[in-house]
């Protein structure tokens, strides 16, 4: 199961999201982030490696999302900053097995969501 936990900020702002875990070998998993803005499709916003060492942004993000993960604690995390009003959206976290991918239906585990608001 994954949980993540969004909220509501004003443009220029920061918000962090986290991704918790229970019931998943977490260690041995890529996660990524997605974001569905209404109306529209699902779609990549950043991916991290089991390990860490790899990451991967859409282009949309690049400088100024962050991905982590904590594999101890068995949670991610989406540090965002300068957002913008366009970056509304409900964010999702998921999981998989192997390499990092930015595909949508390459991952097997999802959270449930959560609302980003920024507000202009």
């Known amino acids: 199961q994954l949980q993540a936990s969004g909220g509501l900020v004003q443009a220029g702002g920061s918000l962090r999201l986290s991704c918790a875990t229970s019931?998943?070998?977490?260690?041995?998993?890529?996660v990524a982030w997605f974001l569905q803005a209404p109306g529209k499709e699902r779609e990549f916003v950043a991916a991290?490696?089991?390990?860490?060492?790899?990451?991967r942004y859409a282009d949309s993000v690049e400088g100024r999302f962050t991905i982590s993960r904590d594999n101890a604690k068995k949670v991610a995390y989406l540090q965002m900053n300068s957002l913008k009003p366009e970056d509304t959206a409900v964010y999702y976290c998921?999981?998989?097995?192997?390499?990092?991918?930015?595909?949508?239906?390459?991952?097997?585990?999802w959270g449930q969501g959560t609302q980003v608001t920024v507000s202009s």
């Open positions: 998921a999981a998989r097995f192997g390499f990092l991918a930015s595909t949508r239906i390459l991952y097997d585990f």
């Open positions: 991290i490696s089991e390990d860490g060492e790899s990451v």
């Open positions: 019931g998943l070998t977490f260690s041995r998993r890529a």
